[in-house]
């Protein structure tokens, strides 16, 4: 029955609880049989706790008539009388209480409350079985929820069993099912884990499709027969073992201990408890999962969820990365038989932009981290005349460089407020870091990782603190990638300084270590002659760093080293970006010889907003991808002097969609929301930092067209008047007083009347907000009431937010003015940020990334080998002599624009399609 559970209070929520173990009350045997009960635990919960169950969806559109009946057991005992713990049933169109419509069952009543002797009276510590017709004329649609929201009064459990429903479904269309990759694990994962999730698949029935029958050879559902998966990104796959595929049915939560609410019974109706299809002992390059008899799913749901989890060895390497990419999978097999024969089903491949998602999950790779017991902060904690690195300068090649002093930032996080050199006071910024810890990890960013090359010499520069003289700067690099800086070569130099005394440190990149990402270190000790990475000293710091080592490059071509997915990242290509005049390859087995197996990460190349990819001829071998994901492109997002040869996959990325929640604590405070039921009036002014925004993966011209909040109580027994959310991009991150913004705000919905409910609400904008990918957003809620609409405010969860200030938030219950104009002063109360302006209440933003077309722009032939995920994307053949479309597999493009000598050449029974 399960597709989502929503629990307001982690104490009253719906569990599965076995009838062993059933107390408070002891219900006894389970009417349907079984081995476990449905749970509202209202026996340990709080007063008003609330929780709601959602059901699979159900299709009553061939009713003929008969009317479609919701039924279930329920437990109603002689305890606590005067606590009245109770659930409600809704229906919906949508699993969600937005909209939904309370039912009454058959004895007219539309609450049944645990207590027996509350109408309709039952049998004390009886079960009881209630039922709910619907009107066959009025419900006929292929999906309907069911909702059940229990309600706590600090009573006893409530308990139920056996629900069900007859239902009256349409076929379902295997042409109407969709896959694809909506979640990548971009977490670190540590050696030894079993079951680490690695990608979740989206399975989607939609179009004209009913939710079939599932009655053997009968059966009028869509099974799944395959899902069809590789390794792709994974650095070696002999780091990995046990590829599984978990099922959740409906849920989008990852969970291994899913238990399906369907029969599991072995055989054509089986519907597994956790699992689809076999284990893969011994991942390779393809993972194919195929149904079985204990593992045969029929695609009831409208939106089912899967995902590959991997075990991780024991010995695995460290720094190396998991990853997994969608193939395709196999529905619509002969019904009533699994594994289903070969050849009854059909081929679904992945939407475009589904196949494959940006990241992968490494394997740590620890670092030790050196301390100090005074560190930078001498003289008595004042940071004054101090040891620490004033400046790191490494020239590498392709115009690649570390230079800390240049368009580069230390992390002053901890420094006391009072210091002279922090911006904020008006100097240029601290060049150390606090005590502790006294270490900083410079990130990885384009322009500022230098790139080495094999068997070349370089020379670093690094610069002491203030401290006046005896300053000692010794420099290492992990040259074979291992985690440490112990082996021989890797301490490059050491040199001892005065005060802001800076000086070269020689070096020569060894002809045969690892190419790829690495660490560099630069340590200053005060006073020590034989600076060592790891060991405790009194006074200094450290500053570690991503370097980039590349082997010695083709002289004919630029070869893609993958390092990161940045097209135009110097450090991902063998001698440098390339030039319209450069052949380039993109060839996992040239970096990776013989298999080109990776032995480190390798990132597919992906070619972003404003970036004009250049080469005269483009080869991609069929080991690789090339992604172009540009929201924004440039005139020409890929230029090509003569020929494209795909022998691998090009896929234009042309729709994002994602649900982004800002703040997600846990903390039922009962005061601090902008849904203030018991006011007349209110005010809330919420802050997003564009640092917070970037770091959830927004752009610039990424549109909010949708916010949500879920309610863990409910005080309103009205509407909230002239409700209205408007936001401003703003240059400031927190609020200094309990003064509100002031400036021009723009509406984006409302004013209206805003009724919620409890569990999820969707506020769907009238005109999106949108970012512009550089200011600070603030976002205003207001309404305004000519009297109070509660006894008790909308409660919202909120989250700490370490004192940023964020959040403001003005009521009155005087009715003094429109709320969207309060200010603090005479009968307008500051609700938060006098006293807990670090807290702030939880919403979700539905983000939707506008696409402009890209355009493939080359003047010589198109030779597709492999696969062309056209997306929204132009390709434009503009050359001043003739033209070929060949290759050995057929093209389908979006659009084509030829020029006069434009031809397609049909010797390899190639085909051509346009639109």
């Known amino acids: 029955m399960e597709t989502t559970k929503y629990a307001t209070n982690v104490n009253g929520a719906f569990v599965l609880q076995p009838v062993a173990g059933a107390t408070n009350p002891t219900p006894g045997a389970a009417p349907g049989g079984g081995l476990n009960l449905m749970m509202f635990n209202s026996f340990v919960g709080t007063n008003n706790d609330t929780s709601i ?12 008539g008969t009317n479609p009946r919701f039924s279930f057991y329920m437990y109603r005992d002689n305890a606590f009388a005067a606590n009245d713990d109770h659930i409600r049933v809704y229906i919906n169109t949508s699993p969600s209480m937005s909209g939904a419509t ?100 989206r399975c989607i029935v939609g179009g004209t499709s009913g939710c079939g029958v599932v009655n053997g050879a009968l059966s009028t559902a869509v099974k799944l027969d395959s899902l069809m998966m590789n390794t792709n990104g994974t650095t070696n796959v002999l780091n990995i073992d046990d590829a599984k595929i978990y099922y959740t049915g409906g849920s989008v939560q990852f969970d291994t201990t899913y238990v399906s609410p369907f029969p599991a019974t072995a055989g054509s109706d089986d519907y597994p408890s956790r699992r689809f299809g076999q284990t893969i002992a011994v991942p390779g390059t393809n993972l194919d999962f195929i149904n079985g008899a204990t593992s045969c799913i029929y695609l009831e749901y409208d939106t089912t969820y899967f995902w590959l989890t991997y075990d991780v060895k024991a010995t695995a390497t460290g720094g190396n990365f998991v990853d997994a990419d969608l193939r395709g999978a196999a529905v619509g097999g002969t019904a009533g038989t699994c594994p289903s024969p070969g050849g009854t089903g059909i081929s679904v491949t992945p939407d475009p932009g589904g196949f494959s998602l940006a990241g992968a999950s490494q394997i ?43 368009g580069a930032k230390n992390n002053n996080t901890g420094l006391p407020s009072n210091l002279a050199c922090l911006t904020g006071n008006g100097g240029p910024g601290c060049d150390f870091t606090s005590h502790p810890p006294d270490y900083e990890y410079w990130p990885s960013v384009p322009g500022r990782t230098v790139v080495l090359t094999q068997g070349l010499g370089y020379s670093v520069n690094v610069r002491a603190g203030t401290w006046n003289s005896n ?66 000293f009194t006074y200094g710091e450290i500053e570690d760093f991503s370097i980039v080592i590349s082997p010695s490059c083709p002289a004919t071509y630029k070869l893609w080293l993958g390092n990161t997915d940045d097209w135009n990242n110097p450090g991902n290509w063998c001698g440098g970006v390339p030039t319209i005049g450069d052949d380039a390859q993109i060839s996992r087995v040239q970096v990776f010889p013989p298999t080109g197996t990776p032995t480190r990460p390798y990132f597919k190349p992906t070619i972003k907003s404003n970036i004009s990819a250049t080469a005269r001829i483009l ?42 929640t800002y703040s997600n604590g846990t903390l039922p405070n009962n005061i601090y929301t902008p849904f203030k039921s018991q006011s007349t009036d209110a005010r809330s002014q919420i802050i997003y930092s564009a640092a917070e925004l970037t770091l959830n993966s927004l752009i610039g011209g990424d549109r909010i067209n949708g916010i949500e909040f879920s309610l863990w109580s409910k005080g309103s027994s009205a509407s909230f008047g002239n409700f209205t959310v408007s936001y401003a991009l703003v240059p ?31 506020l769907n904008l009238t005109t999106p907000i949108v970012w512009d990918g550089s200011s600070n ?116 493009f979006n659009e084509l624009n030829m020029s006069k000598g434009c031809r397609e050449s049909n010797g390899n029974h190639a085909k051509k399609y346009y639109s």
């Open 53 to 64: 169950i959602i059901t699979k969806p159900f299709d009553f559109s061939n009713n003929a």
């Open 102 to 201: 309370l039912l009454s069952n058959t004895l007219g009543a539309n609450k049944m409350s645990r207590y027996y002797n509350t109408a309709p009276a039952s049998g004390a510590n009886t079960w009881n079985l209630y039922t709910y017709d619907l009107a066959a004329a009025t419900y006929t649609a292929k999906r309907y929820y069911f909702i059940i929201m229990g309600v706590c009064k600090d009573g006893n459990n409530i308990y139920m069993d056996r629900v069900t429903t007859n239902t009256y479904p349409s076929a379902t269309n295997a042409s109407d099912v969709s896959f694809n990759l909506f979640l990548q694990n971009g977490a670190s994962v540590g050696t030894g884990v079993s079951n680490h999730m690695i990608v979740g698949v």
């Open 364 to 406: 740590d790779l620890p670092y030790c981290v050196g301390t100090y017991t005074v560190g930078t902060s001498w003289l008595n904690g004042s940071y004054t005349n101090n040891d620490y690195v004033t400046h790191v300068i490494l020239n590498g090649a392709s115009g690649t460089a570390i230079n800390t002093t240049v």
């Open 471 to 536: 300053n000692n700067i010794a420099v290492f690099i992990d040259f074979n990638r291992d985690g440490d800086f112990l082996d021989v070569g890797e301490k490059l130099g050491q040199v001892t300084l005065p005060g802001l005394g800076n000086a070269n440190i020689a070096f020569t990149v060894p002809a045969a270590v690892y190419t790829g990402v690495t660490r560099m270190r630069v340590r200053e000790v005060y006073a020590s002659s034989n600076v060592t990475p790891c060991a405790q």
């Open 619 to 660: 080869t991609i071998s069929n080991l690789d991808s090339l992604i172009i994901n540009a929201p924004v492109p440039s005139a020409n997002a890929l230029r090509l002097a003569q020929d494209l040869v795909n022998n691998g996959r090009i896929s234009v990325v042309s729709s994002f969609t994602t649900n982004l």
């Open 732 to 762: 400031f991150t927190q609020h200094a007083s309990n003064v509100p913004y002031a400036g021009a705000l723009t509406t984006v919905y409302g004013p209206t009347a805003l009724t919620t409910n409890l569990g999820v609400n969707t």
């Open 777 to 892: 957003l603030l976002i205003q809620y207001c309404f305004d009431n000519a009297s109070n609409i509660g006894s008790n405010d909308d409660r919202i969860y909120i989250t700490q937010t370490t004192g940023i200030k964020s959040t403001l938030i003005l009521s009155t219950t005087t009715n003094a003015g429109s709320g969207c104009s309060l200010v603090f002063g005479a009968g307008v109360t500051d609700n938060f940020f006098s006293g807990l302006s670090s807290f702030r209440p939880n919403f979700t933003f539905l983000i939707d990334r506008p696409y402009t077309k890209a355009i493939f722009a080359l003047q010589r032939d198109w030779i597709n080998n492999g696969f062309f995920d056209a997306g929204y994307s132009q390709v434009l053949m503009d050359g001043a002599v003739a033209q070929n479309i060949t290759g050995s597999q057929p093209t389908t």
